[in-house]
């Protein structure tokens, strides 16, 4: 990944926490036939350290488990808020008008070797785990044990673990940085006016960290609703920097034509500028 330093974001804690808060990964592998990406939900543990590990499961019919290359790593990125950003909000279009749109967006990618767990019991403990985190805050949340054994048993078998022991994580919060105090300003109240969206108003609070140079902030960065219609808030508390210069079942994938299986309810390297003549291209560049 491309990675201008002022967009860099090191810290362990805070990338673990866009996981924990995004935690649909796209398992990037090389497979017989080349690159290949499952989406899969995983958790993040912070041990070992420095790095972690990160743990899910996938279906026992997916040959990503028996088929990905064991001497390449596996990749899996994260997606935190992302959305378009106007150059109509920098006061230097007035000044100068030599501005141009962007997307600003915050991501991780996780590396480290594909591990297999075939292992009921672990199984039968992580998907309980996963279950209990994403059904936590309803009025009546849903347990594994709620449905009968024989049929959790069953399930337990169309599956297969895996985790992915950490060596690198790199985080890219790429939030306005590069633009003066100003067109942060600007770009963040536009976010707030005209943003439809919350990733719109997440971004909006973390391009305005950029520029008042705070370090902790509470983003909400997700929501679901629970049975009453009451937002659920999944916002952790996302660190900026300061600087001023779909897929496969969320719990339990059943085994093909095996009905729907358990499913939780929440959803959700040189830079080459552009020259003038194709501006076109360099408008979401980063820069």
């Known amino acids: 990944m491309y990675l201008p330093k002022h967009f860099e974001e090191t810290r362990v804690e805070v990338l673990h926490e866009l996981i924990h808060a995004h935690p649909l990964g796209a398992l990037v592998t090389l497979m017989p036939g080349g690159l290949d990406a499952n989406h899969i939900p995983f958790e993040v543990d912070p041990d070992p350290a420095p790095l972690g590990t990160l743990r899910g499961h996938v279906a026992r019919a997916n040959p990503v488990w028996r088929d990905a290359s064991r001497d390449v790593e596996a990749m899996v990125i994260f997606q935190g808020p992302g959305t378009y950003i106007s150059p109509s909000w920098y006061p230097t279009k007035k000044e100068t008008a030599k501005v141009v749109p962007t997307w600003n967006y915050v991501v991780v990618h996780a590396h480290g070797p594909l591990r297999v767990i075939d292992?009921?019991?672990?199984?039968?403990?992580?998907?309980?785990?996963?279950?209990?985190?994403?059904?936590?805050?309803?009025?009546?949340?849903?347990?594994?044990?709620?449905?009968?054994?024989?049929?959790?048993?069953?399930?337990?078998?169309?599956?297969?673990?895996?985790e992915v022991p950490l060596t690198r994580l790199i985080g890219k919060w790429k939030v306005s940085q590069n633009r003066p105090a100003a067109d942060r300003d600007g770009a963040a109240e536009g976010l707030r006016q005209e943003g439809r969206d919350q990733a719109a108003a997440a971004m909006a609070d973390l391009v305005r960290q950029s520029t008042s140079g705070q370090t902790l902030a509470k983003t909400r960065v997700d929501s679901d609703q629970d049975s009453k219609g009451r937002a659920m808030d999944f916002g952790v508390n996302l660190l900026t920097r300061g600087i001023t210069g779909n897929a496969e079942g969320l719990l339990l994938d059943g085994p093909p034509g095996g009905g729907a299986g358990l499913r939780s309810r929440h959803r959700q390297r040189p830079h080459r500028r552009a020259q003038p003549h194709r501006l076109p291209l360099s408008l979401y560049a980063d820069r």
């Open 119 to 162: 292992d009921r019991e672990w199984l039968r403990a992580f998907v309980e785990k996963l279950t209990n985190r994403h059904e936590a805050g309803r009025r009546d949340p849903w347990k594994v044990t709620d449905a009968p054994a024989d049929f959790i048993d069953k399930q337990l078998g169309a599956i297969i673990g895996i």
